[in-house]
């Protein structure tokens, strides 16, 4: 049994880590500020497991970091909604870099054994084939660039302090404890009252959606996999689905129609068309590959 950290642990992916890690017998404590996050995620973890900290909080999360002293940390703390990092820049750049320091300074004085660093498919230009780990790193917009910032700031960490690094460049997650208006919660929310007529936004771009469970056996396999320096993973499906073959899935499930209305209110400038996980390392390192396919996570859904 190892002690373990996970920050963001109370929000959408970073719970499922947590509900992985408690599985495999390990001691795990949360450090989250509940901006986003919700206790309700962290049911059954004792209370002074849990640390209301903000990573802005550098005396503070020094202090949680050195009280808990853990062997494995899972860094996934960040704002990650890109709308509101695009309306947000100042408060992205130090929630999402500087953030990322202030830990790995508490670190310092407190050292692990593993780190696990959660990054994004942002970083990468747009691309109509699959996204490898050897591709350019070349954000578009201010998530992905703050994210291609904190994986040169852990890359340096694990050199300088020799502890092994996972970098898990995160594709899109879908399933269960949600915490931002991302699309299928947005359909899921419209098909749950009663509604066959969808008001959406995009709806060609293509996306490689991946279940929370399946990425949190990722994210614990590949914090595993590097045995010294610093090592990058795409976490996906390595499937993609427009916003049409989504809704399409869901009138599977549901026996019945939909339409769909675009509404021009909802529409955003999208600068790529297809996102799409290569995940052959990933397995070859690990032996993961994702389990629950997109209609069974819908079907979940749409159930509750």
């Known amino acids: 049994m190892k002690r373990a950290l996970v920050t963001g642990g109370a929000g959408f992916i970073g719970s ?4 992985e890690l408690v599985a495999m017998g390990h001691e795990v404590h949360v450090i989250d500020n509940f901006m986003n996050g919700r206790r309700e995620h ?3 973890l004792p209370a002074d497991r849990i640390h209301e900290v903000d990573i802005r909080d550098h005396a503070g999360l020094s202090r949680a970091v050195a009280a808990i002293a853990p062997q494995l940390v899972y860094h996934l703390a960040a704002i990650h909604f890109i709308p509101y990092c695009t309306e947000h820049p100042t408060e992205s750049v130090l929630i999402n870099i500087q953030g990322t320091q202030n830990l790995l300074d508490a670190l310092a004085n407190a050292p692990a054994e593993r780190l696990f660093f959660a990054s994004t498919a942002a970083v990468y230009p747009p691309k109509e084939d699959k996204h490898l780990e050897t591709d350019p790193s070349e954000p578009m917009d201010v998530y992905g660039a703050t994210k291609s910032a904190g994986e040169a700031l852990v890359k340096a960490y694990a050199h300088t ?33 009663g509604a066959r ?45 427009s916003v049409i073959e989504v809704v399409q899935i869901c009138e599977r499930i549901l026996g019945e129609p939909i339409k769909i209305v675009q509404d021009p209110a909802r529409v955003r400038k999208v600068e790529r068309q297809s996102l799409l996980a290569g995940i052959d390392k990933l397995t070859a390192a690990t032996g993961w590959s994702p389990d629950i396919d997109l209609e069974q996570t819908l079907r979940e859904l749409l159930a509750t």
């Open 16 to 19: 499922h880590v947590v509900d």
């Open 42 to 44: 962290l049911a059954g």
């Open 161 to 193: 302090a020799g502890i092994p690094v996972a970098i898990g460049r995160l594709f899109n997650a879908v399933g269960h404890r949600e915490t931002n208006p991302h699309l299928l919660p947005e359909i899921v929310n419209q098909l749950a009252t």
């Open 197 to 241: 007529t969808l008001h959406l936004g995009n709806l060609e771009p293509r996306r490689d959606f991946v279940d929370t469970r399946d990425m949190a056996r990722a994210i614990v396999a590949a914090s595993l996999a590097v045995p010294s320096g610093s090592d990058v993973f795409n976490i996906g499906s390595c499937r993609q689905y």
